[in-house]
């Protein structure tokens, strides 16, 4: 998808992202009468430079840095 328009209050930037997640519905008699999502809102917001991304060190990078 491409951020056209304000999200979450952060106006619209113009930048590609993709998210994944999940969609989970119980059915009953043919009718959906619950539903879950989960999807990536984090991964989101840092592909569209709302949230910065961090790069992670293991400990023995961090190790050899003292």
């Not at 009468?33 to 060190?57: K, R, S, T």
């Amino acid at each position: 998808m491409t951020q056209t328009g304000p999200f979450l209050g952060i106006a619209a930037t113009g930048r590609k992202a993709t998210v994944t997640g999940m969609s989970i519905q119980r059915i009953v008699d043919g009718k959906i009468v619950e539903g879950w999502d989960n999807w990536d809102q984090l991964g989101l917001l840092v592909q569209i430079g709302a949230v910065p991304a961090v790069q992670f060190a293991s400990e023995k990078t961090i190790a050899k840095a003292s």
